[in-house]
Nanobody, 124 residues
Framework: QVQLVESGGGLVQAGGSLRLSCAVS????????MGWFRQAPGKERELVAG????????YYVDSVKGRFLISRDNAKNTVYLQMNSLKSEDTAVYYC?????????????????WGQGTQVTVSS
């Protein structure tokens, strides 16, 4: 059984940084394309950053380009989201997701496994 567990969320001031972690168990992360989504109150869940199965391709939504970085450590079976220069509009619950596919998908329906989410709150 594949499980994803996020950690690293919290309260941070605008301009600060956080690093989210997604520990995967049950299968190696190299089997999946991985994505970090977020959902703010009253808004749809959106893909923030993604990485292809090979790790050779990444995706970032325009609003986080240059500020967020997705990475993975195959030895630890963990995916990370480094978030810098945080803004109040980054406040949301952040979810890690795994897709049994080669490429990155932006739709939530494409993803097979989800974590429980971690809250990120950016105070202005």
């Amino acid at each position: 059984q594949v499980q994803l567990v996020e950690s690293g969320g919290g309260l941070v001031q605008a301009g600060g940084s956080l690093r989210l972690s997604c520990a995967v168990s049950g299968r190696t992360i190299s089997s999946y394309a991985m994505g970090w989504f977020r959902q703010a109150p009253g808004k749809e869940r959106e893909l923030v950053a993604g990485m292809s199965r090979s790790g050779g391709s990444t995706y970032y939504v325009d609003s986080v380009k240059g500020r967020f970085l997705i990475s993975r450590d195959n030895a630890k079976n963990t995916v990370y989201l480094q978030m810098n220069s945080l803004k109040s509009e980054d406040t949301a619950v952040y979810y890690c997701a795994a897709e049994n596919s080669l490429a990155i998908a932006t739709r939530t329906s494409n993803y097979d496994y989800w974590g429980q989410g971690t809250q990120v709150t950016v105070s202005s």
